[in-house]
T-cell receptor
Framework: AQKITQTQPGMFVQEKEAVTLDCTYD???????LFWYKQPSSGEMIFLIY??????QNATEGRYSLNFQKARKSANLVISASQLGDSAMYFC?????????????FGAGTRLFVKA | IAGITQAPTSQILAAGRRMTLRCTQD?????MYWYRQDLGLGLRLIHY???????GKGEVPDGYSVSRANTDDFPLTLASAVPSQTSVYFC???????????FGPGTRLTVT
């Protein structure tokens, strides 16, 4: 079974609008972490935002926020006020395990296109 | 500050040849990782190291080996390359195992 599922292979959004990229996860661990990374066309992977499973508040980093719904096992990325530079692949990832045995698993990604 | 460097940037390799992909970080991070990225599959973990002197197997370790003799370097070796190892390889590091990861620019490897 997929540990991380990103159901949107591609998404379009108009510049200056908000967009939500979906991510659902599957784990039996009580303690885990969720990450989002951005991969522009240049190829590098850039860390965006992190949410711990025990964090009660949704994580925010500038225009990025993580809509964490633990009961639904979803960790959607919300990008507000989209910019042309936001066009990229976005990967959701989950860290599970314990000290000495952490594993980070990535989803297949969602390609975001921002239209002018 | 360079962060993480990888070499080579790209390589075409004949099947059966041995190849070492180099990865060096200057951030003094404890944990390092090797991933391969294939279209539609995201990133898959090959091997990892929680700290210098230790290594572990990831999701797709077969055909690859790693070593971690010191904090900075984490080379990935393909002992006898096969065409299915054609991929983009990313090295990454994190302060502690399980933390947010910082990635190198990647190595594009083609095995013919």
């Amino acid at each position: 079974a997929q540990k991380i599922t990103q159901t949107q292979p591609g998404m379009f959004v108009q510049e200056k609008e908000a967009v939500t990229l979906d991510c659902t996860y599957d784990t039996s661990d009580q303690s885990y972490g969720l990450f989002w990374y951005k991969q522009p066309s240049s190829g590098e992977m850039i860390f965006l935002i992190y949410q711990g499973s025990y964090d009660e508040q949704n994580a925010t980093e500038g225009r990025y926020s993580l809509n964490f719904q633990k009961a639904r096992k979803s960790a959607n990325l919300v990008i507000s006020a989209s910019q042309l530079g936001d066009s990229a692949m976005y990967f959701c990832a989950m860290r599970e395990g314990s000290n000495g045995g952490f594993k980070t698993i990535f989803g297949a990604g969602t390609r975001l296109f921002v239209k002018a | 500050i360079a962060g993480i460097t990888q070499a080579p940037t790209s390589q075409i390799l004949a099947a059966g040849r041995r190849m070492t992909l180099r990865c060096t970080q200057d951030m003094r991070h404890n944990a390092m990782y090797w991933y391969r990225q294939d279209l539609g599959l995201g990133l898959r973990l090959i091997h990892y190291s929680n700290t210098a002197g230790t290594t572990g197997k990831g999701e797709v370790p077969d055909g690859y080996s790693v070593s971690r003799a010191n904090t900075d370097d984490f080379p990935l070796t393909l002992a006898s390359a096969v065409p299915s190892q054609t991929s983009v390889y990313f090295c990454a590091s994190s302060v502690l195992t399980g933390g947010e990861q910082y990635f190198g620019p990647g190595t594009r490897l083609t095995v013919t």
